[in-house]
């Protein structure tokens, strides 16, 4: 399969602690980039990551990438109900402008 | 504001219809436009890209004639899910960077109910 792997599937944390999800990848990457989802609408882009870079922050988000593990973290610190969504990592590989998704992380955040 | 539009949000029909779905880039042009399907509580899967002024190029497994795509204008691309049945059922999204490999807006998608 072309998806790289999200794990966990699944995640329900209480309001106010912190959310980690993980993101595999198979192949070399221009960038990686997260987005999320609530029901039924479309993704929103959160944060994108180049190959070349370790780490970034927005607002509460902490995305890592580790090209050498093909890996990548989305974190979010002091989670709020409203963060209750699926989260998508998307690689976007050299020479292409499709991006591949991930199979995705339903958080719910427990008020 | 949205930056991507996308019409209808939803759609309920008869087996054998034909359904228009539009993906309009609000404040730029997108001369390249993907269409994604997705299943309940799974990931996207990319169906094709929309190319302005030429062909769509479909990803493997996707039926070109079932799944017709316009791209006749550098804000419009349009997908025509033809003859639908109660299988092409599922939520349908397109997506369109403003440049290269920047970051996609999405559209908020279609959910297609076929009967």
């Known amino acids: 399969s072309q998806q790289g792997e999200e794990d966990p599937q699944a995640l329900s944390i209480q309001e106010g602690e912190n959310a980690t999800m993980n993101c595999s990848y198979k192949t070399s990457i221009n960038n990686l980039q997260w987005y999320r989802q609530n029901s039924g609408r479309g993704l929103v882009h959160l944060i994108l990551?180049?190959?070349?870079?370790r780490e970034k922050h927005s607002g509460r988000l902490r995305v890592t990438l580790d090209t050498s593990k093909k890996s990548s973290s989305l974190l979010i610190t002091a989670s709020r109900a409203a963060d209750t969504a699926s989260y998508f990592c998307?690689?976007?590989?050299?020479?292409?402008?499709?991006?591949?998704f991930g199979t995705g992380t339903r958080l719910t955040i427990i008020p | 504001g949205a930056v991507v539009s996308q019409h209808p949000s939803w759609v309920i029909c008869k087996s054998g219809t034909s359904v228009k779905i539009e993906c309009r880039s609000l404040?730029?042009?997108?001369?390249?436009m993907f269409w994604y399907r997705q299943f309940p509580k799974q990931s996207l899967m990319l169906m094709a890209t929309s190319n302005e002024g030429s062909k769509a190029t479909y990803e493997q497994g996707v039926e070109k004639d079932k799944f017709l795509i316009n791209h006749a204008s550098l804000t419009l691309s349009t997908l025509t899910v033809t003859s639908a049945h109660p299988e092409d059922s599922s939520f349908y999204i397109c997506s369109a960077p403003r440049q290269g490999n920047q970051p996609q807006h999405f559209g908020d998608g279609t959910r297609l109910s076929i009967l």
């Open positions: 998307a690689r976007l590989l050299f020479g292409n402008e499709k991006l591949t």
């Open positions: 404040d730029f042009q997108a001369t390249t």
């Open positions: 990551i180049r190959s070349n870079e």
